[in-house]
T-cell receptor, first 115, second 113 residues
Framework: EPEVTQTPSHQVTQMGQEVILRCVPI?????FYWYRQILGQKVEFLVS????????KSEIFDDQFSVERPDGSNFTLKIRSTKLEDSAMYFC?????????????FGAGSRLTVL | RKEVEQDPGPFNVPEGATVAFNCTYS??????FFWYRQDCRKEPKLLMS???SGNEDGRFTAQLNRASQYISLLIRDSKLSDSATYLC??????????????FGKGTLLTVNP
């Protein structure tokens, strides 16, 4: 079964450092997403990406965050200067052309710990 | 009112029990509804979509009431492997033609032997 793969599975970083989380969506999917889940809290939408541009972003996705699809396969989330409150599980997801923004397949997540 | 609100739980039930989860959503223009399942420290996985006519998949039955903006999930003959957090998910329209999948906080189910 095709899957969304994410790296790293866990990253520990110091406050103020830049972090890049990487995702390889399912190959024929056209819609890409990042969500995050702070421990014990709900899954929160960060950003959606389609046709090489951001289609929607939440209020969480401020100037410290950026996304890129540099080479047609990877989809990255960059946090420019991490804060303690950025500690969370970050999930990448993708969806197929026919399902639009409906049925998402999630990756296993990247756990970010900011010290 | 929260965009997507679920029973807070947790639910602890014996094997074989029937358990029901409820969810309400605030935006009446929402078009698509889903139940996802999330195991501890894992990613959410689609359990089933929810259709207006109601739909069933084995032991799982999902219902949608658009008038009341209410979604439910019924699990019959619960198994130990059903223990997980159940997430109500609603596709909420945004500005323009965009939609955003919005998650409820989830309801934790523990099925006991």
């Amino acid at each position: 079964e095709p899957e969304v793969t994410q790296t790293p599975s866990h990253q520990v970083t110091q406050m103020g450092q830049e972090v890049i989380l990487r995702c390889v969506p399912i190959s024929n999917h056209l819609y890409f997403y990042w969500y995050r889940q702070i421990l014990g809290q709900k899954v929160e939408f960060l950003v959606s990406f389609y046709n090489n541009e951001i289609s929607e972003k939440s209020e969480i996705f401020d100037d410290q965050f950026s996304v890129e699809r540099p080479d047609g396969s990877n989809f990255t989330l960059k946090i420019r200067s991490t804060k303690l409150e950025d500690s969370a599980m970050y999930f990448c997801a993708s969806s197929a052309p026919h399902s639009g923004a409906n049925v998402l397949t999630f990756g296993a997540g990247s756990r970010l710990t900011v010290l | 009112r929260k965009e997507v609100e679920q029973d807070p739980g947790p639910f602890n039930v014996p094997e074989g029990a029937t358990v029901a989860f409820n969810c309400t959503y605030s935006n009446s223009a929402s078009q698509s509804f889903f139940w996802y399942r999330q195991d501890c420290r894992k990613e959410p996985k689609l359990l089933m979509s929810v259709y207006s006519s109601g739909n069933e998949d084995g032991r799982f039955t999902a219902q949608l009431n658009r008038a009341s903006q209410y979604i439910s999930l019924l699990i019959r003959d619960s198994k130990l492997s059903d223990s997980a957090t159940y997430l109500c998910v609603v596709n909420i329209p945004q500005v323009g033609s965009n939609y955003k999948l919005t998650f409820g906080k989830g309801t934790l189910l523990t099925v006991n032997p």
